[in-house]
């Protein structure tokens, strides 16, 4: 079944006046039940405009030509907007500044007060998600969301988001401004919440690396339009397709491409770092008696932006 | 709900207008507001016409930008009018019905009414549209300036006007940011009776107040940083200056103000009376 069908979708901003911007330029996208999607894209490719075509924050403009369905509703249709915002979980980028309740309890249980859900159920629910985003019931339910920590504020509004239980799950940049510890618990926690309880995650980023290894298929947005659309292995390996539309690759594919330089041939579609590492490992293996023989040799590491990340 | 609020509704155009000295056009509004004031004749209001539609004409704005600003107080026009029309009981009665009664003189002073309120407030926003917001607070601290002799703190005042300004489209922006994910969530801002309507605005205010302040504190800290205050007295990057073009428009208003307090005062002393060279026996 589709998630997610979009036609024709066009967007400006500022339309009729000397400011106007294109924002979305014809888009044609499905996406199926059950995937998980990235959508990369420049600041001001027109990501956020889509995602919030999808719970109809943002109607089309052209209401005759374009026509966005998500789960067969209409999202022009006001009678089922509504519904339409409780199956599309939508967690804006720093969603902790959108905390407002005086408890952790109640802020999570905004969402499902707002569904008409029955008191038993929205605890049940809150008691739900704050397990899934591992926030202890007995130690944050009573809690400000104010007086805690930016990654536990996060868990918070993500968990207000998911009580929802919504079916598709839009994530814009999660682990912005987290430190490394706090981004890779976030990622494990959106591939555990596609696994328990949304069952499509379209997630918004832009670190390749995180892409490459969560995403099963990957859509690059340039000026409102799609540039790429595949599986990472087939986007991020076609590197004249990246090169042209000036897409960052993963840093293992940066990897590949510098040792290729240098003459160590590896295949092309590795993209992530267990990938190179598996490969790497069994060139060593093959080539065993000639590195025993020689030293290696000494490669300078050229002093660029890229090599500085890796 | 909030996409409709418009601040600063400054209209970006390469024009002679647009670069004139904040300080000459703040100025010359206000002269033009106080001579609005003096125009009692239809031949007056005809020349402020003229010069609002010359200057929209030079500034390269559209004449619907002007209009959109008249918009906004249509709703007061129409009361002050309907109130003018009804109860200005002297002159040659017109048309009674009951107790309305409409007579001459209340008909023309509404025409009057509307005319300068309409004048008033597109003149006005040609200051908004022209210039921005940050000019604006430069040109007010400029004119502002003598009044540091009688210790009023006239530099932090038109600091705090400028942070005022430069975030009243951020708070926006974030307004719009809150509104959206509160509404992802299932908030409804436009159903329900007016205290459902109040209660729903809760949790897009608190968030709201809570950035601001944790916001305030960062840019406090910034400026802190940036050692501001540590001196007595701060030079500007952008200096304002008088250039030709100023002194035109200076001559040009100048030359208005004078024609309107003539009209009004020197050519019924000399029987002239314009109004009635126009219009004859229409009025």
Known sequence: MQAVQIKNLSYSYSKKTPNEKLALDNIDLTIEEGSFVAIIGETGSGKSTLLQHLNGLIKPQDKKRSCVVINGMSATDKKSLRRLRFEVGMVFQYPEYQLFADTVEKDIAFGPKNMKLDPDEVSQRVKRAMSVVGLDYDEFAQRSPFDLSGGEKRRVAIAGVIAMQPKILVLDEPVAGLDPTGRSELLSLVKKLQKEISPTVILVSHNMDDVAALADRVIALKDGKIVADGTPKQVFSDRRLTKAIGLDVPTAARICDMLAERGVSLPRDIITMDELKSALLALLSKDAPLNADQPLPNIPIPNDGGAADV | ?283
């Open chain 2, 1 to 283: 709900m909030f996409k409709d609020v418009t601040f600063g509704q400054y209209y970006p155009a390469d024009s002679i207008v647009h670069k004139l000295d904040a300080r000459v056009k703040l100025l010359l509004t206000l002269l033009y507001v106080v001579g609005i004031f003096f125009v009692k004749s239809y031949f007056g209001f005809m020349l402020t016409a003229v010069l609002l539609v010359a200057i929209v004409l030079v500034a390269k704005l559209p004449m619907a930008s002007v209009l959109k600003s008249v918009r906004g107080i249509l709703l007061l026009v129409l009361i002050t009018a309907l109130i003018n029309l009804f109860m200005i009981k002297d002159g040659e009665v017109l048309v009674q019905w009951k107790i309305f009664v409409i007579t001459k003189t209340g008909v023309h002073t509404t025409i009057k009414m509307v005319l300068r309120l309409v004048l008033l407030i597109s003149g006005a926003s040609l200051l908004a549209l022209t210039t921005t917001p940050v000019e604006l607070a430069d040109g007010l601290e400029s004119l502002m300036s003598p009044l540091a002799l009688v210790k009023i703190p006239v530099r932090d005042i038109a600091m705090i006007m400028s942070i005022a300004l430069r975030f009243i489209p951020t708070l926006f922006e974030e307004t719009n940011k809150i509104v959206a994910a509160q509404k992802a969530r299932g908030a409804s801002f436009d159903s329900g009776s007016i205290f459902a309507r109040v209660k729903a605005l809760i949790p897009v205010l608190i968030p709201l107040f809570v950035n601001s302040f944790r916001r305030a504190d960062e840019l406090a800290f910034a400026m802190d940083a940036r050692c501001y205050n540590a001196t007595d007295k701060r030079t500007k990057m952008k200096k304002a200056t008088f250039k030709f073009s100023d002194f035109v428009a200076c001559l040009t208003v100048l030359s208005f103000f004078t024609l309107i307090l003539l009209e009004r005062y020197y050519f019924p002393k000399i029987g002239i009376n314009i109004d009635y060279m126009i219009f004859g026996g229409l009025l």
